[in-house]
């Protein structure tokens, strides 16, 4: 099993584009739409786009707020519609790009010098994988607001996303300079430097996430990463279970833990969590490679090819 495949994906945590709105809509109705619209009630995607446009179209607010409900509303035409490295889902349609892009540029226009509205249009680049796009807009949120620790933090997963790991740790750098007691922080600039190759600093960094918050399930996942890479097995096995345990729905943690135990040889185990990734997660490349590479060590060849052929449909 190659080594680059134990390795986690810190990125859903900088792509949360929702933006809670003033509470000066008014009615029942009104601020029901408002809190469905700004996702603070769990809701369908369906659900939000309705209650987002019920508010455009309803009228009376001020640009800055009517900025905010189109950047809302241009996330929830991309709600989950991202996934491994931000690769949009095939599900991800032309409509739903051309939708959401609509919407963050309006939300710039609206309220043309706000962070608030430049930070959420980078958002919905990334999300579509234009990164220098993303950049350029969170270039010019940091100039608003020189300590938007958010701008800093997206910029660099876009830096890392684009292979870019010494610009996307300077970031995450100077988003721990900014707030040193933020888990999150230390758990991505970690799992940069586990791309690195630089396993020291990396477990430096994934322990103090930890420290900083012990239900950090994306510092498991990347400290497993870390410590699989130092043969470690036994540690990287722990952690991607505490992963687990701790959000049952990770598909990543499953698919580090499958990678474990396939090194490990505990081949019937691997192909479950492969599996289970790949439930959680349909369009997770690696799951579908790792699990093809198990069956073909197990000598089921239809099945390993299978997994290989459907690697290579959702590659392109």
């Not at 959401?100 to 958002?123: I, K, T």
């Not at 069956?295 to 090819?305: I, P, S, T």
Request: hydrophobic share 35%; glycine share 6%; with cysteine.
């Amino acid at each position: 099993m190659g080594s680059a495949n134990v390795r986690g994906v810190i990125v859903s945590a900088a792509f949360a584009t929702t933006i809670l709105l003033s509470p000066d809509i008014g009615a029942a109705q009104e601020s029901q739409n408002r809190s469905w619209c700004s996702g603070e009630d769990w809701t369908s995607r369906e659900r939000r786009l309705a209650a987002c446009t019920a508010i455009i179209e309803t009228g009376g607010e001020p640009p800055s707020t009517l900025a905010m409900v189109h950047c809302n509303r241009g996330s929830a035409y991309l709600d989950k519609r991202f996934s491994y490295r931000g690769k949009p889902q095939s599900t991800l349609n032309k409509e739903d790009i051309d939708r959401a892009m609509a919407d963050f540029n309006e939300a710039v226009r609206l309220d043309p010098g706000s962070y608030q509205s430049l930070l959420c249009r980078g958002h919905g680049y990334s999300a579509i994988g234009d990164h220098d796009r993303a950049i350029a807009d969170y270039d010019q949120a940091i100039e608003v607001d020189s300590k938007a620790t958010q701008a800093f933090i997206a910029r660099g997963i876009a830096y890392f996303l684009k292979g870019n790991l010494d610009r996307a740790i300077s970031d995450y750098s100077e988003s721990i300079r900014l707030e040193p007691k933020h888990s999150l922080h230390f758990a991505h600039r970690g799992f940069a430097y586990l791309h690195k190759k630089d396993y020291g600093r990396a477990l430096t960094d994934l322990d103090k996430a930890i420290s900083l918050d012990p239900k950090n399930t994306t510092a498991f996942i990347s400290r497993c990463g870390v410590y699989a890479e130092m043969k470690d097995l036994a540690g990287a096995l722990a952690d991607c279970n505490q992963a687990v345990w701790l959000d049952p729905k990770a598909a990543l943690a499953y698919m580090n833990r499958g990678s474990v135990h396939g090194r490990m040889k505990n081949y019937d185990q691997a192909i479950a969590d492969f599996t289970e990734a790949i439930r959680l997660e349909p369009t997770l490349v690696p799951a579908y490679l790792q699990r093809g590479t198990v069956l073909k060590a197990k000598g089921e060849l239809q099945r390993a090819n299978a997994d290989f052929d459907q690697a290579n449909r959702l590659k392109r």
